[in-house]
């Protein structure tokens, strides 16, 4: 089975920084793509930064280009994300993302983890 597991989420006030940690465990053959979500209270799930395997650049949403970073250590398949000068409108629940494929098969499958909480204080 595959497991994804977040780390990192915490209280912080505005402009502060935290890094969040996702390891993908396993049955693994390839990540295709590792990312993250997040949903705050009342609203719908929105994509917060994706990170293609193979591709230059990485994808973020238009609210978090130049706050947050995306990263990867193919080696350990690890994801972060860095969010620094962080606002209250960033206060959800951050979920790691993975699409992948296991051994001796030919789909890809997408993979959620648990949820990490963030809090935002004024």
């Known amino acids: 089975q595959v497991h994804l597991a977040e780390s990192g989420g915490g209280l912080v006030q505005a402009g502060g920084s935290l890094r969040l940690s996702c390891l993908a465990t396993?049955?693994?053959?390839?990540?295709?793509?590792m990312g993250w979500y997040r949903q705050a209270p009342g609203k719908q799930r929105e994509l917060v930064a994706r990170?293609?395997?193979?591709?230059?650049?990485?994808d973020y949403a238009d609210s978090v280009k130049g706050r947050f970073t995306i990263s990867r250590d193919y080696a350990k398949d690890i994801v972060y994300l860095q969010m620094d000068n962080l606002q209250p409108e960033d206060t959800a629940v951050y979920y790691c993302?993975?699409?992948?494929?296991?051994?001796?098969?030919?789909?890809?499958?997408?993979?959620w983890g648990q949820g990490t909480r963030v809090t935002v204080s004024s």
């Open positions: 993302y993975a699409n992948l494929r296991a051994p001796d098969y030919s789909e890809w499958n997408d993979y």
């Open positions: 396993g049955r693994i053959a390839s990540i295709k793509i």
């Open positions: 990170s293609t395997t193979g591709s230059v650049t990485n």
